[in-house]
Each structure stands twice: as C-alpha cells, then as structure tokens.
C-alpha cells in the first residue's frame, strides 16, 4: 500500500444505527440488549467468553429457522435506554452495569458479562436509564 497522492472517495455511515448479521436459530426482539457472538453474529446478550456489547435491537427479527448471516438486523448504538434491574438506588447513578439477558443488567459483573452502558438516571429499584454510548461496538 502506498499513500494517497490524490482524493478519494471514502465510505461512510452516520453510526447510530448499524445492519448486523444475525445468529442463526435465534429470535432477536425488538428492544433487546444484542451482543456480538463469539463468531460475530447478532444474538440476544447472555454471558459468553468471547462476546461483546452490539447496542439495542431496532426491530424484531426471526432466524430461528435460518442459519447464521441468512437474515440481518439493525441495532442502536447510541442513546439512553430505560433497562432492567433489581435493587438499584440513587447512589448507582454513574455506575457501569454488565448485562446478564437481553434485558436485565446489574452493576456487580457475573461470569463472561459484558459492561453495557452507564446508569444515567435512576427511576426506580428496578429500573434506571442506562447511556450505551462507547460501550456498543
């Protein structure tokens, strides 16, 4: 490879909202908290070596019949997002919270969790605004 001697047209996406391959065998829903696979694939978040945080599913999309890559869906990379929990307080505001489903995160990390976001606002014990910004990759 050699450096640019002249312009070029480069690609590029806003970034908030990206197509993912997605897993296959699965159902990935509307809202749910996405990783990354081990392989790559979308999938609903569980714990698992090897995964990483992908954002917030946009639509719901159904492969349970289909193979790994056979459909796409969109996640959200960016934004706040009202998640579940348990035994949350004011004081937890600030706090990185690890995602244990595609819908219930805690701030004490399990095994192969992954961080999702930062608690931005808390709502309820059971419910507080997570910012996934930096966390979605």
Not at 15 to 38: Q, T
Not at 85 to 94: I, K, M, P, R
Request: hydrophobic share 40%; charged share 20%; aromatic share 8%.
């Amino acid at each position: 490879m050699t450096a640019l001697t002249a312009n070029k047209l480069i690609g590029e996406k806003e970034g908030k909202l990206i197509d993912c391959p997605v897993v296959g065998s699965d159902i990935i829903f509307k809202g749910a908290i996405v990783k990354h696979n081990a392989a790559g694939y979308l999938a609903p978040m569980s714990a698992e070596v090897g995964a990483s945080f992908a954002g917030i599913a946009f639509e719901k999309k159904d492969n349970s019949g289909g193979s790994a890559g056979d459909i796409s869906c969109r996640a959200i990379k960016s934004g706040l997002f009202l998640m579940v929990s348990s035994g949350l307080s004011q004081s937890d505001v600030g706090s990185v919270v690890y995602a244990s489903d595609d819908q219930t995160v805690s701030t004490v990390q399990g095994a192969n969790e992954v961080a999702v976001g930062v608690i931005s606002k808390f709502v309820s014990a059971t419910e507080v605004y997570v910012r996934i910004d930096g966390y979605a990759y």
